[in-house]
């Protein structure tokens, strides 16, 4: 056979394999699909849902004004677009949504498919980072993992909720970045800093994986400083240890290589400076404001405090317990924080077995934990669990080089070994199919209840009741006005007087007076479900108008409790 026909063969018998091994991927993907497809209206829509990505994007679609935040825009082709919609969160889920509504409508089936399909690519993506790092054992116990974990499926099937574009980019960052370290091509890193840059101006917490890697990197360069020989102090350290022995462990750059990585970097954030020039940096002025304590009571001050209560969220993001409270129950699965934490000492013995070779790879995604949680003690908001989507793949993938490291183990040991082989595959099984069981619970509550509180299916019937009405309408509550504008397609637009004191405020009182009008339609949500007192404060400042209100609809919860009203009110 000629060589050429022989080389063609090869390639053909490699392209099969590779194909053929992608196989077990596609399984973990259908996993993922089922839970996150099912029903994907519920949980109802909530407000931020609809305010950082849905109703924007019908906005655009309409050609209609788009209120922005501090007047951050663009002008591209005659049309105003937002650069952000939060001072730390960027305005690209709104443009990822665009296509997705655009075809499917306004409905929340249509903004979730961007965010399931980005839950999708995150998978992906960090099998690819893992399988190249840690090899294809790994990856695929790392994807399955995160592939059932509850946290991660229920905030990927409300992704514009928890801002799940800037985890999916940042894995797409190590992705290709693991593969820019094998090959060196500069473009390679070009595409690694447009990720890094895009998962930034996508949420801000992006940056503590950033400065996480950089703090690797930085620890790894100390290392090597001190590892260096016939030196016994710093000073002779620094002196001796020359770019050229610290570029054994860390290959310089070119530059070419280290220009096209900023350049991508610059490219992925450039709306967040470009916002910050035009607003005379807001997102650093926010986040100076609540240096020491935010506007939502949170002490930035309080680190010890703040790391306590991280810790104990961080547990319960890894158990999906409470935090996902508003599916209708907690189903915490402690298998999945033992799994993780079983899996953290089996890489710690491994460091110790190697006498620390290896460490810079084994260590990473422990570290990376570490550093996104202690970063996270400061917020410019509150402490919410939310914060920590940008770190679910971390978990994920501790537990696959684990297991990875146990198969390792095990074919170095040939007494025993295929009992120890079932041993491990026993012990993967049971781990994720406890955590599809608890995704299955959740589920099934999730249909049975509709969801719970600002997550109620409830808004569905409430603004399809709105939809036909032409009166003027009022928010008098958070939680209800984006919901409906999007869901109407725009038709119904909400005027909101609510402000975010836990009390009426005198001012609030004194607004809604001058918003008294027989004409005019007032949404509140239900005694106790309220997100701010403005209910009675609506009813006793309507008692003295004087006026009668009166209820002309009432929207419940799947279970019948009763949770929005629409007010009218009229002459005595």
Known sequence: MPATQVKCSQKSTRHQADVLRLIPLLGVLLVFGVFTT?????????????????????QLLNGSSITTINGGTITLLGHELPL??????????????????????????????????????????????????????????????????????????????????????????????????RTQRWWAAGLTGLCVGLAIYSKLNALWLLTGMCG??????????????????????????????????????????????????????WPLLWY?????????RVIQLNATETYLGANNSAVWANLQTRLVQFADVLASGEHLWYLGGAFPNHIAVLSVLTALLVLIMRVVQTRGKGWQTILLAPFLCLAVIVQSCYTISALWPTHFAIATPLP??????AMSVLHTWNETSHQWS??????????????????????????????????????????????????????HVVALDWGIATQVEYLTGGRKVV????????????????????????????????????AFQRRAAFLQTVDEAPFQAKTINVSTRTDGWPLLEVWQIREP
């Open 276 to 284: 910050n020039v035009q607003t005379a940096s807001a997102t650093f």
């Open 495 to 530: 005027e909101e007087w609510h402000g975010y004191e836990q009390t009426a405020t005198p001012e609030f009182v004194a607004g809604l007076r001058e918003r008294l009008h027989p004409g005019t339609l007032y949404l509140t949500h239900t005694e106790h479900q309220e």
């Open 84 to 181: 952000m919609v939060q001072n730390h969160i960027g305005a690209l889920q709104v443009y990822a949504a665009l296509p997705f509504v655009w075809v499917g409508g306004p409905t929340p089936q249509s903004l979730r498919a961007m965010t399931v399909l980005s839950g999708i690519v995150t998978i992906m993506a960090t099998y690819a980072f893992v399988a190249q790092i840690y090899g294809r054992v790994a990856a695929l116990y790392a994807s399955l993992w995160l592939a059932t974990y509850a946290s991660f499926i229920f905030w990927s099937r409300q992704g514009a909720f928890i801002t799940s574009l800037a985890p999916c980019f940042a894995m797409c960052a190590f992705a290709i970045g693991a593969y820019w370290w």
């Open 216 to 269: 690797w990197v930085g620890l790894q360069i100390c290392i090597s400083l001190f590892q260096s020989r016939s030196t016994t102090t710093v000073v002779g350290i620094v002196q001796r240890a020359t770019w050229r022995r610290i570029a054994a462990d860390w290959p310089l750059m070119p530059w070419r290589t280290f220009g096209a990585g900023v350049v991508g970097l610059l490219m992925g954030c």
């Open 396 to 401: 994920a993938i501790i537990f696959g080089v």
């Open 418 to 471: 295929t009992i120890r082989h079932f041993v491990i595959i026993g012990v993967v099984t049971l781990v994720i199919l406890s955590q599809a069981g608890t995704s299955a619970r959740y589920l099934n509550s999730l249909i049975a209840s509709g969801g719970l509180s600002f997550h109620s299916s409830a808004i569905y019937d409430f603004s399809r009741f709105l939809d036909q009405r032409s009166e």
């Open 38 to 58: 099912v029903r994907l209206e519920l949980p109802g829509l909530h407000y931020d849902e609809a305010l950082e990505a849905g109703l924007p994007a019908v």
